[in-house]
Structures are given as C-alpha cells and as structure tokens.
C-alpha cells in the first residue's frame, strides 16, 4: 500500500513538474548497430584477408555505437551527438567519414511535435546544408506488452516505415545468389573481387517494423532522431538491426539549454538532399571501383540554382 502511495504521488509530480511553463527535460541515448551480417559476408569473400576484415569490423563498430543527449520541452526538442574524440579522424578514408555522419550522427536534430516540422543541419563533403521538412506521421499500433526501463513503465508501439537509402545503418549485405545455387556470379563482381569497396556491397530494404517503448509517466510526444508521436516519452527504438536505448532521464535539470533548430547552411528538403546524397554515393562508388585510375576523388556538390 506504501508503495502503492509512493508510486502515484511520484508520478503526480513528474505531471505538475511538466505541466510547469519553464519544464524542460534531458534523455541520453545509446545506439548500437549490428554488423554481423556484413562480418559474416566478408569472411565468406576469399580475396579479404583477417586484417582487412578485421579492420573494416573495427571502423564499423565506431561509426555505428554512438551516444546522444536528447534536450526537450512539451513542444519541441533538440538531439544531438554527443561530443568526444571521433576514432575514425584517425583514419578510415572518406567512406567511413561518411558513414559516420550518416548513420545517426552529424549535426542538431531539431522537431518541433507543435507544428510537426523539423530541422537537422548536415554537412555532405565541405558543404553545410539545412534540412528543413514535416515529420513522419508514424502510423503507432499500439501494444499491450509492457516493461520496466530506467524505473519507468513502459508500454509498446509498432509502425512500418519506409527505408531511408541515405542512412548507413539501414544497408545490408547484398544477397549472395550464387551461394544459393541461383546461377553463376555476376560477372563485374566476379571481376571486382579484388576490390574492398563496402559501397559494393550493400542493398537497402524497402520498409522496416520499427518498435518502440514509451513511458505515459513523461507525457511528452518526444523521442529521438525523428521518432514521436507516441503518448510519452520514447525509452527504446529497435529497427531490427539499430537498438536507441535510453540509459538517463533527468526532469527540471538545474541547466537549462535553449532549444532551437540550427540557422546555418543552405536550405533543402529532406528529398532533395537524399538525391544528391545517393548521388554522392554513386560518385564513390565508381571511385573507389576506379582506384588507380584518372579520378582524384575530388568532387563538386551542387544543387538547386
């Protein structure tokens, strides 16, 4: 029964604290991507010694394990990579550059659930740009499977969303046909197999089941990257292959920061920046495909006028 009491006037709290004009709220976030699969690929390619895997394996892991701070008010939030040392200036090349900044990283997340629109500001070779777009309307089934994260109760949602080409973490290893008995290989992949290019090596699905833990006990629509929409703040994203876990959540913090979207770069929409993004992509692709050829791998960026 004490408990019982503790409980409630616990959550009374938390509701009057938010319901306060000046509430503000901090999430910190760890997201972790598998590679499993592409290890797995890449032991089965004769011409990848141990070391060249062992490297690409190493690189992966620290483009894709990174951590976040979620800042947030009842109306709008700001996510952000969190600041530390980043492995990969070490080296890595261009492709893992890349594959840093777009496998969650790089810039402010900014989402505003109000006005259901958001700013995230991205730098793509040299250039500074500032997307601006809706949010998804994410279209929560609503589960009745609960469970306990950080103390909080937390309830399940699932959605099916379409797969974004341009964030590394949703690629996958292409399938391998002939493995299955499905003919004789490719004939470019055949003569490619000398090269290492991870870009030659991936497909990207069309959709994916997204699932989702929320917690009714901090009533805000808010979670991180661009998930919302749910009655509560998002504890867990799971894609099937990138697992966002929040491991911290501090309400009314001493600290306040100010949550506002990015001002600086050149304007775009999401679509927009997603061509020329694949279109970069391709460029690397023949680049790397070109190793000891004419290209330098310097190249331009334009867009719009």
């Known amino acids: 029964m004490t408990k019982l009491i503790f409980s409630i006037a ?23 991507t598998s590679t499993s699969d592409f290890k797995a690929r890449m032991e089965g390619n004769k011409s990848m010694t ?16 990174k951590t976040f701070i979620l800042h947030f008010d009842k109306s709008a939030s700001i996510y952000k990579e969190e600041e530390k040392l980043d492995a990969l200036e070490q080296g890595g090349g261009t492709g893992f550059r890349m594959m840093s900044s777009f496998s969650g990283g790089g810039g402010t997340y900014y989402k505003n659930v109000k006005e259901q629109s958001y700013t995230v500001d991205k730098e793509l070779m040299g250039k500074e740009f500032l997307i601006k777009d809706t949010l998804t309307n994410m279209k929560w089934k609503m589960e009745a499977e609960t469970r306990l994260i950080g103390g ?37 992949l055949e003569e490619g197999e000398k090269k290492s290019s991870i870009l030659d090596m991936i497909e ?3 959709e994916q089941t997204i699932t989702a833990w929320y ?14 929409g749910l009655p509560g703040l998002i504890l867990e994203v799971n894609d099937g292959k990138t697992v966002i876990l929040c491991s911290k959540v501090v309400l009314n913090p001493k600290e306040k920061v100010v949550i506002k979207p990015a001002s600086k770069g050149k304007v775009i929409s999401q679509k927009l920046f997603d061509e020329t993004m694949i ?12 190793r000891g050829g004419s290209g330098s791998g310097a190249t331009q960026i ?4």
């Not at 141990?50 to 483009?63: S, V």
């Not at 917690?215 to 919302?228: A, D, K, L």
């Not at 279109?279 to 070109?290: A, I, L, N, S, W």
Request: glycine content about 8%; overall charge positive; hydrophobic content about 30%.
């Open 10 to 32: 616990l959550m009374l709290s938390i509701h009057l604290g938010i319901m306060a004009q000046d509430f503000q709220g901090m999430a910190v976030y760890e997201s972790k």
């Open 50 to 65: 141990p070391d060249m895997i062992k490297g690409i394996e190493e690189r992966m892991k620290k483009a894709f394990e």
């Open 152 to 188: 909080y109760n937390c309830y399940k949602a699932t959605a099916i969303m379409p797969v974004s080409k341009t964030d590394f973490r949703n690629f996958r290893p292409r399938e391998d046909k002939n493995a299955k008995g499905e003919g004789s290989k490719d004939k470019k």
């Open 204 to 206: 990207v699905p069309k």
């Open 215 to 228: 917690t009714p006990e901090i009533p805000v629509s808010q979670g991180p990257e661009g998930y919302w």
């Open 279 to 290: 279109q970069k992509m391709e460029e690397m692709r023949e680049m790397y495909r070109g």
């Open 302 to 305: 334009r867009i719009g006028n």
